[in-house]
């Protein structure tokens, strides 16, 4: 184990967020290794960790001032040994290769996990949706897939959004997507309801988490009820984690974006939420805004100085990280546990650095890992996936009927695995156990290729 970590780190030395996700995995699935030799000799770790293919490419696009600009794009396609490779795309200045090796890396094992038919992927590029204008998203967009086009497919590659990549996206690259290669097909989740979307994708991520949690707090004989629940984030899988949490009568006390975060006492109520869906969604504003419309809440700016989150220093019953990776480091761990937190269900991908979770789970917290919690929305691009095929489209309750499901199997398919290799009730063990197996078996399956 220790020999890959050294070989991932002297190929790659700058990709920390890689071997973040990598030391995890290795970590949790050192008694599986021990029982199968023939995971050994079959080099599986060395395969695993290699993607299949990375295509990364120019992306030139003008600005509305008549400039050129240059961003980079990327598809990292890392595993298909159990479907085709499936994973969002993402938008965001911090995009790297080694960030989408972490999120592809990820995607795998989440995959696996949804017991849908896919295999794992992630792409996107560095470039900043904000601040640009709707018609240089669509230039960009539009030249984003002029290359990407030739690489995917409803049956090869199917990607999504992630952070700074929604329905206005999805919408500009599925229609070049679609002039460039003749064809409607289901080449792209989260498209919009009338032309191939499904019911539930835009809240699936969130909802899913928030059903996870559930389950976890089920295990202890409690509910959401009345808990109250700090969210990070305040985009896509931010707004549907808190609009759940209400349906189940819990109280939302905080949300962020990239600029500072929402303290508000009172909690949030369904027409709060329409007013931070609205500010986020169609103005592309400020979270701060809110804070000038109900005087119940306060603005913190973030400190670039500071060496914790002050988000997570409340006293409250669930944390739910929904923005980004690494947002919980050690001492914001250290405080969740001071503030008698339950449950930390990750809406996020790798929200919380390996410090932060051995905190959590040493001191007794539920804590539920990405790549079993938020698992929903990828669940639910499987199922959009099915309806293209299909050629039909489910209603409501039985799209939101079928990711329950999908949670809940999810959930006890982790406290399985993690029981039968002696870490019971450690929910990151078992998704990590549960993932590797079943790829794993797979590639076994389908020899040295
Ligand atoms: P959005 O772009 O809709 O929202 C992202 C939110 O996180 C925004 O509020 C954004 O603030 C904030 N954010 C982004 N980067 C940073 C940063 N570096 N520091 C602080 N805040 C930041 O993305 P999603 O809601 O879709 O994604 C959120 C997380 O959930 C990501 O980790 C993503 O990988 C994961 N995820 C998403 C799924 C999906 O279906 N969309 C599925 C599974 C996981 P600002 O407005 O300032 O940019
Ligand atoms: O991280 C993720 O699972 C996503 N961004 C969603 C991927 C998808 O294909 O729906």
């Not at 398919?413 to 290799?421: H, S």
């Amino acid at each position: 184990m220790l020999r890959i970590m050294e070989i991932i780190k002297s190929k790659d030395p700058d990709q920390q967020e890689f071997h973040q996700a990598v030391s995890e995995i290795l970590e949790s699935i050192k008694p599986v290794m021990d029982q199968h030799p023939e995971y050994r000799k079959a080099n599986i770790l060395e395969r695993l960790v290699e993607p299949e293919r990375v295509i990364m490419f120019r992306v030139p696009w003008v600005d509305d001032g008549g400039d050129v600009m240059v961003n980079r794009g990327f598809r990292i396609e890392m595993n298909s040994s159990i479907g085709p490779y499936k994973g969002g795309l993402r938008f965001h200045p911090s995009v790297t290769l080694g960030i989408l090796k972490f999120l592809a890396f990820e995607q795998v094992f989440k995959n696996a996990l949804t017991t849908l038919p896919m295999g794992g992927g992630k792409g996107g590029s560095d470039f900043d949706p904000k601040g640009k204008s709707d018609e240089e998203v669509m230039r960009f967009c539009q030249s984003f897939m002029a290359e990407l086009f030739r690489h995917i497919g409803a049956n090869t590659d199917i990607p999504a959004g992630d952070i700074g990549v929604g329905a206005r996206e999805i919408g500009f690259l599925f229609g070049m997507y679609k002039k460039l290669s003749n064809e409607f097909t289901g080449v792209l989740t989260g498209k919009s309801l009338n032309w191939g979307g499904s019911l539930i994708r835009p809240e699936a991520t969130g909802y899913g988490a928030v059903y996870f949690a559930a389950e976890m707090l089920g295990t202890l004989d409690q509910t959401l009820e009345e808990k109250i629940c700090l969210v990070s984030g305040a985009g896509n899988v931010a707004q549907y984690t808190i609009e759940k949490i209400l349906d189940l009568n819990g109280k939302v006390v905080t949300f962020s974006d990239s600029s500072g975060y929402i303290f508000d006492e009172y909690g949030l109520d369904h027409s709060k939420l329409e007013y931070l869906k609205i500010l986020k969604n169609i103005k592309r504003g400020r979270v701060e805004e809110y804070a000038a419309k109900y005087s119940s809440a306060i603005y913190t700016p973030v400190d670039p100085d500071a060496d914790f989150n002050p988000l997570w220093d409340h006293m409250a019953d669930c944390a739910f990280p929904c923005a980004t990776q690494n947002e919980i480091n050690a001492k914001d761990a250290q405080n969740l546990v001071k503030n008698k937190i339950m449950a930390v269900t990750e809406g996020a991908n790798m929200p919380t650095e390996p410090q932060g979770i051995e905190i959590i789970i040493d001191n007794g917290l539920l804590f539920g890992p990405g790549k079993a919690a938020n698992a929903g929305g990828v669940s639910v691009s499987g199922l959009e996936m099915s309806q293209n095929s299909m050629r039909l489209a489910w209603p409501r309750e039985e799209v939101d009927n079928r990711l329950k499901i999908i949670m809940k199997n999810i959930h006890s398919t982790c406290l399985e695995a993690a029981d039968q290799y002696g870490k019971s009730g450690n929910y990151v063990d078992g998704a990590n156990i549960a993932g590797f197996i079943k790829v794993v078996n797979a590639m076994l399956d389908q020899g040295v290729i």
